[in-house]
């Protein structure tokens, strides 16, 4: 399938935000923000605390009901959509899913399967297949048998990635994957997604706090601050430091990532003014 | 390599979640099944007349005597049936209380909702002299009401199981003062009648009450079974559900409904039994411990622990002591709560 689409057989599909207004019991945290996801992309979405990157992903993964503006994705408004039919497409890790006490992995990823069950249709062995094909793809075959619980921080993130990716969805959005991961994880969940989004074509939308590794494996960069959008593009075009003080209070200097040469954001803060020799 | 891990892989998983019982949840199953059916043979061949097994199977199969076919079909059988089936409900309806709300504590007999029962039971005895069906009504109603309440004063934005358990236990100490005046204001011999029927048994079985607790259950039953696939994936949190197309708030109230269905059904026949909506689920689950919803051992040990409670009251307390089956239940869970409340939060089960 996703083979077919890279020859431009298969439709791409749109997802964007129009005017779109969130409210949690009333309070706006999110106003009037136009946003427009591109297909087969990294987009990676940074911004201070609180300043609505998750509350946006919620928006866009249809799990929190917009109080003014639409959604869309393939031009059609996301509450029209069956629940179970938008989840065939669009699927999210949130920031703290519970592991029910004992579960095992690879029953935690089948539940993954979910939207593509039904009452008169129940588990087949395609669905094996994809779940099989999913523990391969996130390298946690080996602990089919363990009880979820009883995994590592890096390990339990993996398989959480792998029902994500057993839900077979052609957008992908995670919530602060890499929240409570060591540096070596996060590089580890970070080069897993880049690959699904290579190999298998898979759009992936994720919040990150992290902006040195967001200019690194985003094609796309979304900068928040206060619940707006304050810039868009590709790394190396948006963060400047008049962007990082803008959504962050924060002054810096940018430099070349010496690795892959994506824009480095290195904070000064108080106590260390910069020295002056050039780079 | 790689390939012989990715065979060996496919047929591993693909056969692990296909199968809905793991075999330790069936070993389980069958345990718990045969323990249910030792307990009922038990408590229908003992007591002032005792029935050997072989007493006991013909009279089953239609072959007894008219003395043994008394006491087995019109005393004894009656209390059993009645305790597998309302200790069954409450314990399903606790199990599904406290999945759809994630917290053990948020069982209907800890938030109010049996006590709801009890006080609207008690009014009818007290204040309107009723008895019978319309206790039983009561009771029903009650319980709907108390859930109804506790439902609309936890919603924001949609219900959250820590507001709603707290809530529940605030309406739970509000019904207690209810109880109290009521049963102060109360006649003595209508007070002593209310009494039993809080604390709840099974003395009182028949035929037609045990018919309309298993019709409830043939009704709802089946729809708690087509709901479990969501349920399962509720489990993971309610952003996780709603991302894997489950209507979140709305599979929440259907399920809350039936369950309360349960309870109060269950409660208006045999009364509030103590504890056993509370610690059925968590006991099954512990034994299985495989993440499943295991609504099928907690029914049964929800069955065993009634059945169990019955028997023990009759039977086994010294100086010919006769209680009802709640005393029992009462003195079982309530160490239990008090164990949950000491070890809540220690150990984080979120992942």
């Known amino acids: 399938m996703s083979r077919e689409r890279l020859q431009g057989a298969e439709p791409a599909h749109t997802l964007e935000a129009d005017g779109l207004s969130l409210a949690y019991d009333g309070r706006e945290v999110i106003g009037d923000l136009d946003l427009t996801i591109p297909d087969g992309d990294v987009t990676v979405i940074v911004g201070a605390n609180a300043c609505g990157k998750s509350t946006l992903l919620r928006g866009i993964a249809r799990l929190l009901r917009p109080s003014a503006g639409i959604v869309r994705l393939d031009d059609r408004q996301i509450s029209t959509y069956p629940a179970k039919e938008f989840a065939r497409v669009v699927g999210i890790l949130p920031q703290s899913p519970i592991a029910p006490d004992g579960i095992t992995v690879a029953d935690l990823v089948g539940r993954g399967r979910h939207p593509h069950q039904g009452l ?12 099989a094909d999913a523990m391969a793809a996130t390298s946690t075959t080996e602990l089919a048998g363990r009880r979820v619980g009883e995994l590592s921080g890096g390990q339990r993130q993996r398989v959480w990635v792998a ?24 590089i580890e969940l970070l080069d897993l997604l880049a690959e699904l989004n290579h190999t298998r074509k898979k759009t992936i939308v994720m919040v990150l706090h992290d902006l040195n590794l967001a200019a690194r494996y985003a094609h796309h960069l979304v900068v928040m601050a206060h619940g707006e959008v304050v810039a868009t593009g590709a790394p190396a075009d948006v963060l400047t430091p008049e962007l990082v003080q803008r959504a962050f209070g924060l002054e810096s200097h940018i430099i070349p990532d010496p690795v892959c040469g994506t824009p480095m954001v290195i904070p000064i803060g108080r106590f260390h003014r910069p020295a002056p020799i050039s780079y | 390599m790689t390939v012989v891990k990715h065979t060996d892989a ?19 199953i069958a345990l718990l099944g045969l323990l249910v059916v030792v307990l009922a043979a038990l408590s229908v061949s003992v007591g002032a007349y005792t029935l050997t097994p072989s007493d006991l199977v013909l009279t089953l199969i239609g072959q007894g005597s008219g003395s043994d076919n008394v006491i087995v079909f019109r005393l004894r059988l009656p209390r059993v049936v009645l305790g597998i089936l ?35 039971a008690a009014t009818a005895i007290l204040v309107f002299g009723a008895s019978g069906a319309i206790v039983s009504l009561s009771a029903f109603a009650g319980a709907l009401v108390v859930a109804a309440a506790i439902y609309l004063l936890s919603w924001r934005d949609g219900v959250s199981g820590y507001r709603f358990v707290l809530i529940g236990v605030g309406v739970a100490f509000l019904i207690q003062s209810a109880l109290g005046y009521l049963l102060t204001r109360g006649e003595v011999k209508e007070v002593s009648q209310a009494l039993v029927w809080m604390v709840g048994g099974v003395g009182g079985a028949k035929w037609p009450d045990i018919a309309v607790l298993a019709g409830t259950l043939v009704v709802l039953l089946p729809l708690v079974a087509a709901l479990a696939p969501r349920l399962r994936v509720l489990q993971l949190g309610d952003d996780t559900a709603g991302g894997l197309g489950v209507p979140v708030e709305a599979t929440r109230l259907a399920l809350v409904g039936i369950a309360v269905a349960l309870c109060a059904t269950a409660t ?11 610690v059925s689920a968590p006991i099954a689950r512990r034994v299985v411990r495989d993440g499943s919803l295991a609504l099928v051992p907690s029914a049964l040990v929800g069955a065993a622990l009634v059945v169990a409670a019955d028997f023990l009251a009759q039977h086994a307390l010294p100086g010919e002591l006769q209680v009802p089956a709640g005393i029992l239940t009462g003195v079982l869970g309530a160490p239990y709560l008090l164990w949950l409340l000491a070890t809540t939060n220690k150990g984080d089960r979120s992942a």
Request: overall charge negative; hydrophobic content about 50%; cysteine-free.
């Open chain 2, 268 to 278: 208006a026949f045999v009364g509030p039994i103590a504890f056993v909506a509370f």
């Open chain 2, 86 to 120: 309302a200790g069954a409900a409450f314990a399903i309806a606790g199990a599904l209380f406290q999945t759809i709300l994630r917290n053990d504590l948020a069982s209907p007999d800890i938030i109010g909702i049996s006590g709801g029962a009890s006080v609207s």
């Open chain 2, 10 to 28: 496919d047929t591993r998983s693909s056969r692990a979640p296909s199968a809905p019982a793991t075999s330790r949840r069936r070993i389980v």
């Open chain 1, 120 to 131: 008169f249709r129940s588990w087949s062995s395609a669905d094996g297949a994809i779940v």
């Open chain 1, 163 to 186: 029902m994500a990716l057993a839900q077979d969805t052609d957008i992908l959005l995670l919530d602060e994957p890499t929240t409570f991961l060591d540096v070596t994880h996060q």
